[in-house]
């Protein structure tokens, strides 16, 4: 293990997350710049010692600065941090590539497939920056809220490679904040793919009224489900018995500070996709994740029926009385199988 505590660690987002990280990294005594896209934005950050948009009761320490310009924020910076929405992943790597030093490492907390290639981020990083670059995700089960606020928390960092895993957790960890490594990055992305989704399911469900029961069939045939998809791809099904799988899916589909789940409940309310995003005021994954994880379901042959369900309420215009009602009416089978998930 290497000691990176004296070389600062670059935020590329200035969202919630970004900055509950970077606020974190900062606390547990790393110097930490963060850069987002708006300028005026940032340039508030930075007088205010605050992010008021989207954590205004999470101070900024004394080791967390704000740079508006990109270049000069990833200059001669070894470790990046991308947090970042999916569909502008791939956008920031390009912006990167050729500014990273050559003992650069790039880690991510953004989550979801790349909606028109069905690529994991690791994938879209390596074809972005080669294979000589070691990488690295971060993931849940968190809440950009509690972590910004200093709230004991647990997350997952998985890498490939082993020295990055583990000054990531050294550098973030701290006496409230305990990171856990692991080398599965596929289950880690697949998992935080794919809880966004059932979450929206979740919000769903209990904005109709169907209770505890429905709730927690939903989260459990949704594990199976994502341990599916994420052997199919090559992940390790321990994985998602772990923080990054029902974890992070418990997380988010039990509790209001979950934007997916907020989106599902607006959903039951009979609100738009449009009218649910302008309310809750931030990205939600799941809806995107929804196209993409069903795309790469299909493409697999793995079978999905909550995604698939999920699919034809976001992007079919299925009631979700009658998604609920296919799921339900599906032909009886054992649980599980010695030949599948």
Same mark, same amino acid.
């Given at each position: ?33 963060m850069w ?53 992943? %791939? ?13 650069? &490492? ?67 960890? +701290?006496?409230?904040?305990? #990171?856990? /490594?692991? +080398? ?21 469900? +209990? ?13 459990? &045939? ?6 599916? =998809?994420?052997? #199919? ?20 589909? /039990?509790?209001?500070?979950? %934007?997916? %789940? ?14 649910? #995003? ?8 799941g809806v ?28 079919e215009n ?13 032909? =009886? ?9």
């Amino acid at each position: 293990m290497s000691d990176t505590n004296d070389t600062p660690l670059i935020v590329l987002g200035a969202g919630s997350w970004g900055t509950a990280l970077a606020i974190q990294f900062a606390r547990s005594g790393r110097e930490t710049v963060m850069w987002g896209r708006n300028h005026r934005q940032l340039e508030s950050m930075a007088s205010a010692r605050v992010n008021e948009k989207y954590l205004p009761d999470c101070p900024f320490p004394e080791k967390l600065n704000i740079v508006v310009d990109f270049a000069e924020a990833v200059s001669g910076a070894r470790d990046i941090l991308i947090a970042v929405p999916s569909h502008s992943f %791939r956008e920031t790597l390009e912006k990167l590539e050729f500014l990273l030093p050559l003992d650069g &490492r790039v880690c991510w907390a953004t989550k979801g497939f790349e909606e028109n290639t069905g690529k994991l981020p690791h994938q879209v990083a390596r074809e972005v920056l080669g294979d000589n670059i070691p990488v690295a995700v971060l993931s849940g089960p968190t809440f950009a809220a509690e972590v910004g606020r200093g709230l004991p928390t647990a997350m997952s960092i998985a890498s490939s490679d082993e020295d990055f895993a583990s000054d990531l957790a050294n550098s973030i960890s +701290d006496d409230a904040f305990r #990171a856990y /490594t692991t +080398d599965d990055m596929v289950g880690v992305e697949v998992g935080g793919a794919v809880k966004n989704i059932l979450a929206i399911g979740a919000g769903i469900s +209990d904005g109709l009224g169907f209770g505890a029961n429905t709730r927690v069939a939903l989260i459990t &045939r949704g594990i199976v489900e994502m341990s599916r =998809l994420g052997v #199919a791809l090559g992940a390790n099904q321990e994985t998602f018995l772990g923080l990054a799988g029902v974890g992070d899916l418990m997380l988010t589909c /039990t509790d209001n500070l979950s %934007r997916n %789940r907020r989106m599902g409940l607006a959903l039951a309310a009979g609100k738009s996709i449009e009218e649910a #995003a302008e309310e809750i005021g931030q990205v939600v994954e799941g809806v995107r994740a929804a196209k993409a994880v069903w795309q790469v379901a299909k493409t697999h042959n793995v079978d999905m029926p909550i995604v698939t369900e999920l699919y034809s309420v976001l992007y079919e215009n299925k009631p979700p009385k009658s998604a609920v009602a296919a799921l339900m009416s599906r032909s =009886l089978k054992p649980e599980s199988t010695s030949k599948e998930v």
